[in-house]
């Protein structure tokens, strides 16, 4: 388990697309986290707790390391480029 001098990181990783997100983009979200959460080395190890959903945002609620949440950002970059004109990929903690 990661933790940050005994606290352990909850991150919020946040797709923002421009245009509303269709099922089949969302599906592809969860689809890309959900297969990082699993073939992720122990440096980028996470914990998939949730993902929110609206019209033009996924929303992902994980625990894990600062790498690993910005290796999601780079997967989700990279592979969904395309929904992000004039979107974007934020994180941020979450402090419990």
Same mark, same amino acid.
């Given at each position: %388990?990661?933790? #940050?001098?005994? =606290?352990?990181? %909850?991150?919020?990783?946040?797709?923002?697309?421009?245009? *509303?997100?269709?099922?089949?983009? &969302?599906?592809? =979200?969860?689809?890309? =986290?959900?297969?990082?959460?699993?073939? /992720?080395?122990?440096? #980028?190890?996470?914990?998939? +707790?949730? =993902?929110?959903?609206?019209?033009?945002?996924?929303? /992902?609620?994980?625990?894990?390391?600062?790498? /690993?949440? *910005?290796?999601? &950002?780079?997967?989700?970059?990279?592979?969904?480029? +395309?929904?992000?004109?004039?979107?974007?990929?934020? #994180?941020?903690?979450?402090?419990?």
């Amino acid at each position: %388990m990661v933790s #940050y001098r005994g =606290i352990k990181m %909850m991150w919020s990783v946040t797709l923002v697309s421009e245009n *509303k997100l269709s099922n089949k983009n &969302k599906n592809l =979200i969860v689809e890309l =986290i959900d297969n990082e959460s699993h073939k /992720a080395t122990r440096k #980028y190890k996470f914990i998939l +707790h949730n =993902i929110l959903e609206g019209n033009n945002f996924s929303e /992902a609620i994980i625990e894990g390391g600062e790498c /690993a949440v *910005k290796n999601i &950002k780079d997967v989700l970059k990279n592979n969904l480029n +395309h929904m992000l004109v004039n979107g974007n990929i934020q #994180y941020f903690p979450i402090f419990m």
